[in-house]
């Protein structure tokens, strides 16, 4: 099983971190490691693994990735469908589509978690933290808050030509 996830998922380690625990006798030092995992497909995933050792803590954050995966929509497999803002404790960042010939134009780690994703073409701006964590958690808040054109036309019981022809109305 683990063969196959290999081959057709893409890892991306974000940060790593030194953590120390106090202790009676002095000074504990683990790490603490964040994975994007994505088949550049339109499913992504982001985990955090904590250990000892260095690769011990990448295995851990990757398994972890693994496990909490997300489908995203994206539209002509490039670019997301519409604008959308995305919050999460001090973390904001908003996300913009792109015409073809865009590329990726997003800092730190968004752009792991896009290239990992499948988009080629997106603007993104992070406003408030800096912290790897918020802006990853503030980005898949975004991209769970958007909505393909299908959805919407399920929604409102109308067929999707009706919903992206009608920009006026």
């Known amino acids: 099983m683990f063969e196959n996830d290999k081959n057709e998922f893409t890892e991306h380690l974000v940060t790593i971190n ?3 625990k106090v202790v009676k006798g002095g000074r504990r030092f683990g790490f603490a490691a ?8 339109g499913r992504v995933g982001i985990g955090t ?6 690769p011990e803590a990448v295995r851990k954050a990757t398994e972890n990735a693994k496990t909490k995966m997300i489908r995203v929509h994206l539209k ?18 908003i996300l913009r589509a792109a015409s073809p010939g865009t590329g990726i134009i997003a800092g730190g780690p968004m752009r792991a978690l896009f290239e ?13 933290t800096s912290n790897p964590h ?5 980005t898949l808040n975004a991209f769970k808050v958007s909505e393909s054109p299908k959805s ?9 030509n ?8």
């Open 18 to 20: 030194r953590v120390a």
């Open 34 to 41: 964040i994975m994007i995992v994505g088949d550049n497909k």
């Open 49 to 54: 693994g904590k250990a000892k050792e260095v």
């Open 76 to 93: 002509e497999n490039r670019t997301i469908h519409h604008d959308i803002v995305g919050r999460f404790g001090a973390g904001k960042v």
């Open 116 to 128: 990992s994703l499948g988009i080629k073409d997106v603007v993104a701006k992070s406003t408030g």
């Open 134 to 138: 918020n802006m990853l958690k503030a």
């Open 152 to 160: 919407v036309a399920a929604k409102r019981s109308k067929k999707i």
């Open 162 to 169: 009706d919903i992206t022809s009608n920009k006026n109305s």
